[in-house]
Every structure is written in structure tokens, then in C-alpha cells.
């Protein structure tokens, strides 16, 4: 009994695992699609791809979630505070859906050297 008990653990075990994989997967294939749809490339790159001025390669190992989340929504605010004086400024996203702005932040987090 105890040993079938303790493979039927093993296979709840492996199967949050597995849906938790799935559901970063789509998260992270979410997020790539919320970057294109608000058109980032116009002034932010990744892999090359898009404006070189703006590079988000390791965004993801300079910033935390939640100031990738404060650039996105309140950047005026975030410029200030890391003197940061890029020409256009950033244009603020105060509106993106939470679910949206959730995978947008999560996908960024993942851009790391």
C-alpha cells in the first residue's frame, strides 16, 4: 500500500510539474505576442530584432519584475528615477490588461545572458 501510495504521489508530483511547464510556455508564447501586438521592436530590440537603441537581451537580469511592470506602465516616473534620458521617451502602457501585462512581464523576465 505504501509504495503505491508513494508512486501515485510521484505522479501528481510530475504532473504539476508538467502542466506548471505548460502554462509558463503559454505565458511566455503570450507575452512574445503582447510585444509584437504593442509594437516594442519600434524602439526596443531582442536577439537583434528591432531598435538596437533600446536592447531588452538581459532585461530580465538588470530589473525585477516589478520595475519591468513600473517601465511598462509608469515609465515618466521609472526614467526619473534611474536618470535615464532616452530620446523619444518611453510612451506609458497604463492600460494593457492584467493578463497582458502579467505575460508581457513575465517574457521580459526571461531575457537573460
Known amino acids: 500500500m505504501a509504495v503505491r501510495l508513494r508512486m501515485m504521489a510521484s505522479a501528481v508530483a510530475v504532473a504539476i510539474v508538467v502542466s506548471a511547464g505548460w502554462a509558463s510556455a503559454q505565458d511566455n508564447a503570450r507575452g512574445i505576442a503582447v510585444y509584437g501586438e504593442q509594437k516594442c521592436a519600434l524602439c526596443h530590440s531582442i536577439a537583434g530584432k528591432g531598435n538596437p537603441k533600446g536592447s531588452l537581451d ?18 515618466k ?18 492600460n494593457l490588461p492584467p493578463a497582458d501585462l502579467a505575460a508581457l512581464v513575465g517574457y521580459l523576465q526571461t531575457l537573460k545572458k
Not at 538581459?58 to 515609465?75: E, F, Q, R, Y
Not at 516616473?77 to 497604463?94: C, L, T, V
Request: charged share 30%; net charge positive; no cysteine.
Open 58 to 75: 538581459d532585461v530580465g537580469s538588470k530589473l525585477s519584475a516589478d520595475d519591468i511592470k513600473a517601465w511598462i506602465t509608469n515609465p
Open 77 to 94: 516616473e521609472m526614467a526619473a528615477k534611474s536618470n535615464a534620458e532616452r530620446k523619444p521617451p518611453m510612451k506609458a502602457y497604463p
